[in-house]
């Protein structure tokens, strides 16, 4: 119970906890686009089996890989592609507390 709160509550609260501290006037559309970053969850769709509970999948699946994260971070630097960027570090990370609970 506790590893579900943490992951998806990363996937929603650290986006919004960004937002409104650091994107306080346009909160919204920041929140959606980092909020987007659950998109790379569809790399899942590539796995057998789709959902492996005792599966971590940070270095596993391709937009999990640690070539694609290396990506994510490069992309945090042009201010294009920050938010963008942040919803994707955003995911790992919150993936990663999910990796940690196994």
Excluded: E
Aim: aromatic share 16%; charged share 10%; net charge positive.
């Amino acid at each position: 119970m506790l590893q579900t709160f943490a992951h998806y509550g990363c996937h929603l609260f650290l986006p919004l906890f960004v937002a409104l501290i650091w994107y306080k006037s346009q909160w919204k559309r920041a929140f959606l686009i980092m909020l987007a970053g659950i998109l790379i969850d569809l790399d899942h769709l590539l796995a057998s089996p789709i959902f492996d509970p005792n599966r971590c999948s940070v270095g596993f699946h391709p937009l999990h890989s640690y070539f694609a994260i290396t990506f994510y971070l490069f992309l945090l630097i042009p201010k294009k592609s920050r938010l963008v960027a942040l919803g994707l570090v955003i995911h790992i990370i919150a993936d990663l507390v999910d990796c940690a609970f196994m």
